[in-house]
């Protein structure tokens, strides 16, 4: 059923009037008359009873009239909904944030909200590789990934924009062997107790995998997927760690021993991700721009 001839069939009601209608509408009559019949052929029934230039309703007609200003109304709000999304005055971004984002996401987060308040953040937090599951299946839009040598077949799948890059760091007890150096080769590590993220971490894949190239396999003494509890831990002495210099600068340098890593030197490359094709929002397009910006 044409919507438009919908409004023409109420338009005549309303005024009484073909003529009328027409001029309300901005048409010829013969254009109202034309779009009244054939939606009462698309009907398969007459919708008005002519006697020269008046009219009356039929039965069918009176259910048209009746369920057609419910349809037009409908298709009015649906309108000022969609007019709403594109002016970003509703609506919801949905983002897969992995725990070691919230630093770096949080200020560009506020300044989201500051800018589009009847936007609701929805943030899925998890690992890596939960959010690259819930990025393909549609269930999240955007999501932070890490970009290493591993993953580099995903890029194929995903479009993205980078975040944050940020050299890997040793971080030990104050009183560890690697006291007062600024830097230290991976495989002096190989002794030691390495403390990992949890389950689904992209971070382990790249800490794993750059021990077996330096010749060993690390010895996991404890798992946590967040950061500062990892470091409490490393402080406490449960073992040590690699985190980006960028999280490392944010702890009390007293309470530790931090040394760049090198040989190999390995970075943490934070990526803004979303999946290649896929239709983004009004929401999660503004989310883009802002990110864009403020890089």
């Known amino acids: 059923m044409d919507i438009r001839a919908l409004r023409y069939f109420v338009a005549v009601v309303d005024h009484q009037s073909f003529s ?31 006697a020269g230039k008046r009219f009356t309703l039929t039965d069918a007609g009176q259910i048209v009239l009746q369920r057609g200003r419910a349809l037009l109304a409908m298709h009015e709000e649906m309108g000022v909904e969609l007019a709403d999304l ?22 560009l987060l506020a300044a989201y909200h500051r800018r589009h308040p009847q936007i609701e953040l929805k943030l899925f937090e998890g690992g ?31 479009d993205s924009f980078p975040l944050v890059r940020s050299p890997m760091c040793l971080l030990a ?8 150096r600024k830097r ?8 030691s107790a390495f403390i990992f993220y949890g389950e689904g971490f992209a971070l382990n894949d790249i800490i794993a995998d750059a021990c077996q190239r330096a010749g060993f396999t690390p010895r996991i003494s404890s798992r946590s997927g967040q950061w500062d509890f990892v470091a409490s831990l490393v ?58 910006s403020k890089a």
């Not at 009328?20 to 919708?47: C, F, G, H, N």
């Not at 959010?131 to 269930?139: H, K, M, P, W």
């Not at 960028?246 to 190999?264: H, M, N, R, S, Y």
């Open 173 to 180: 007890p104050r009183d560890s062997a690697w006291q007062g």
């Open 20 to 50: 009328r209608a027409a001029e309300a509408l901005y048409v010829t009559q013969p254009t109202v008359s034309k779009m009244i019949q054939q939606l009462e052929q698309s009907l398969d029934l007459p919708l008005l009873e002519r």
């Open 86 to 107: 594109q002016q970003l005055r509703r609506g919801d971004l949905r983002i897969g944030v992995t725990q070691q984002a919230h630093a770096p996401l949080a200020p």
């Open 235 to 292: 402080r406490l002495g449960v073992g040590i760690t690699l985190l980006p210099k960028v999280f490392c600068d944010t702890l009390e340098q007293g309470q530790f021993t931090i040394a760049k890593l090198e040989e190999p030197a390995l970075d943490w490359k934070l990526m803004l991700a979303w999946r290649r094709g896929a239709h983004l929002s009004f929401a999660a397009r503004a989310w883009l721009e802002l990110v864009r």
């Open 184 to 191: 230290v080769k991976l495989r002096e590590l190989a002794d």
């Open 128 to 158: 890596s590789h939960g959010i690259e599951t819930d990025l393909r299946s549609g269930v999240l839009e955007m999501g932070t990934l890490l970009d290493h040598a591993a993953n580099q077949h995903i890029w194929q799948d995903f």
